[in-house]
């Protein structure tokens, strides 16, 4: 009984050395500009101020709001291009699929960095650079290979005989997939749609190279140019990161296990 | 359900399965690639066409003017000399693998220390673990702008407390001795979660009477895990190490973000010499940014294919 707690304990303290930088950004984000010196510097944010949160909500509205329009097209573009797919690959297996799941597992592995300037190249003479759709087209070469990965493996995991079964009754392949499959399907629907959002909403390699002089930026440029106009508002520039870190924190705690998943299968951001 | 699905994910379907599915029709073939192909034509046009447009740009050389224009002379290899020629090529070589391989020894020690610590399953474990993945859900950014101020050399916490234990304060982020290390300690922060969560996964598939008939036969904690935990793990030990290596090449954002490269290329490893070529200066050198681009491809795909390799030798 004693050993249980202490090993309870030695879980809080591990947790909570692992998430200091968390509680200090937060700390820091509620700090008087005045105090931002101070040594040492406050532990606990007693006398803070909202300083920070006004400036977020005066400055960065609509940065906030392009990252969600990035992420939720992001999440549209790698659903509807992986779902089919995943669907193919697990059970209509052509010649060739093979081949296609190889494809995608090395596509995971390029570098974005590379990807960019690839696509700067090409968008520069297309004129899609600093357009928000360029963005999510971009943004979506991060998660459609994971998607079809993940589809395929959640749907290798459907009976065949509800395939059959569909087919006999004379519904088409079409039909079987929208009717049987995709409903079936809503965990790894969710696990996908999560992981395309949160790198769409972290992505900073594409943005800062295809979107560095765009009107509509999203929230991690706007991160990106408050330190680097050398401002000295750390508590600014922290809560902005505090609210830019919503969307994780709100997956984390409603869709844990599909998060847990995600990352089993092999799933790593840039 | 989806846990189980997916934990085997990366290996890719077998090709003799279509056995499963005797009641395919003539024409399945087709209808098969009908639904396939939005994905391949994606493929093609969205990551094909830019690897080849950086390959392309590699091998030409380029001006600000034939960039916009699109009229550059073909230059062979050229731009490849000029990199391999570069005072900074050396440097920065040694930095993507020095980053590299610190960072992925850590990450992993430490991921899996915990993994076995959290396999224990004592009051508030999963909830404590759950809370482990937030590092590696911040965005980098988040995280790269945390570490900044953490390790500022006059107001930052780090070196405030190490003056606690009277140690000099370090210039972190601003000395030529300290950057690279500075973003391997954040890195690796980052990194932990990944090894943690792929590692908790790997333990929980050995069987517990393993772990009986050892205790029975009187083994210590320490021999448990160095007999048994460390030689079954070894498979998933081996894919976390690979997908890592992989991944940990080609970190570019918390790099740029906290040290771009600096103080006089002390952390500039591939990712971020290829983007500083690129887009970093006025005047920039896509052809020797996309040369050494081309180069961290390579070594991605050295350990990646040796990954699939591993994956399917695995599965099969």
Same mark, same amino acid.
């Given at each position: ?35 931002? !010196? ?18 977020v909500i005066e400055q960065q509205m609509p940065y906030l709001g392009t ?105 088409? !392949? ?97 | ?9 990366? =290996?890719?379907?077998?090709?003799? @399965? ?13 209808? =098969? ?14 990551? @094909? ?11 030409r050389h380029y001006t600000v003017r034939s960039f916009v224009q699109g009229?550059?002379p073909f230059s062979g290899l050229d731009n490849y000399r000029t990199v ?150 070894? +498979? ?26 600096? +103080? ?6 591939? @990712? ?18 996309? =040369? ?25």
């Amino acid at each position: 009984m004693i050993k249980q707690h202490a090993k309870t304990a030695l879980g809080l303290f591990f947790t909570a050395v692992m998430l200091f930088p968390v509680y200090w950004m937060i700390n820091v984000s509620l700090t008087k500009d005045t105090d931002m !010196r101070a040594d040492p510097p406050h532990l606990f944010p007693v006398d803070g101020t909202l300083e920070g949160y006004r400036a977020v909500i005066e400055q960065q509205m609509p940065y906030l709001g392009t990252s969600l329009i990035v992420g939720l097209g992001t999440v549209a573009l790698t659903l509807v291009l992986s779902a089919p797919a995943g669907f193919a690959c697990a059970k209509l297996r052509p010649k060739g699929g093979g081949a296609l799941s190889f494809v995608l597992l090395i596509a995971q592995m390029i570098p974005g960095i590379i990807m960019a300037m690839g696509f700067y190249a090409i968008y520069l003479r297309m004129g899609v650079l600093n357009t928000v759709p360029g963005l999510i087209l971009a943004d979506s070469t991060i998660a459609v290979p994971f998607g079809v990965l993940i589809f395929t493996a959640f749907m290798s995991g459907i009976p065949d005989e509800l395939i059959n079964a569909a087919l006999i009754d004379g519904a088409g !392949r079409w039909r079987t997939f929208a009717s049987v499959i995709l409903p079936m399907s809503r965990n790894a629907i969710v696990t996908v749609s999560l992981f395309a959002f949160l790198w769409a909403w972290s992505d900073f390699v594409f943005a800062s190279t295809l979107d560095g002089g765009g009107d509509a930026q999203p929230i991690t440029l706007g991160i990106y140019q408050y330190i680097g106009n050398n401002n000295q508002q750390w508590n600014a520039i922290m809560a902005t990161a505090v609210v830019a870190s919503i969307p994780a924190t709100l997956l984390l705690i409603i869709a844990q296990r599909y998060v847990a998943a995600g990352v089993t299968a092999g799933a790593v951001k840039d | 359900m989806a846990h189980d699905v997916m934990t085997r994910v990366p =290996a890719p379907a077998p090709a003799d @399965a279509g056995a499963r599915s005797p009641r395919r029709r003539k024409g399945g073939h087709w209808t =098969a690639w009908a639904f396939l192909a939005p994905v391949v034509v994606y493929l093609v046009a969205f990551y @094909a066409y830019p690897l080849y447009r950086n390959l392309d740009l590699s091998l030409r050389h380029y001006t600000v003017r034939s960039f916009v224009q699109g009229d550059a002379p073909f230059s062979g290899l050229d731009n490849y000399r000029t990199v391999f020629a570069d005072p900074a090529f050396g440097p920065a070589l040694l930095h993507t693998l020095v980053f590299t391989f610190v960072s992925i020894a850590f990450q992993f020690a430490i991921g899996l220390a915990l993994a076995v610590f959290f396999a224990q399953n004592f009051r508030l474990s999963a909830t404590l673990r759950a809370l482990f993945l937030v590092p590696w859900l911040l965005p980098l950014i988040v995280s790269a702008s945390t570490w900044t101020w953490m390790l500022n050399s006059d107001s930052g916490i780090v070196n405030a407390a190490l003056e606690l234990i009277h140690v000099d304060p370090v210039n972190w982020l601003t000395s030529p001795d300290w950057a690279l290390t500075s973003v391997i300690i954040a890195n690796i922060w980052i990194g932990i979660p990944f090894n943690l969560v792929v590692l908790y996964s790997g333990l929980q598939a050995i069987p517990a009477d393993v772990y009986e008939a050892a205790a029975i036969d009187g083994a210590t904690g320490w021999q448990r895990f160095w007999r048994i935990t460390f030689p079954l793990l070894r +498979p998933v030990s081996a894919i976390t190490l690979l997908l890592g290596l992989v991944y940990t090449l080609k970190v570019f954002d918390i790099i740029w973000i906290m040290t771009k490269g600096g +103080p006089a290329d002390a952390s500039t490893t591939f @990712a971020t010499w290829s983007y500083r070529l690129s887009f970093g200066n006025l005047l920039p050198e896509f052809g020797p940014g996309a =040369a050494v681009g081309n180069l961290l491809i390579l070594m991605a795909l050295f350990f990646g294919l040796l990954y699939i390799r591993f994956q399917r030798r695995q599965s099969s």
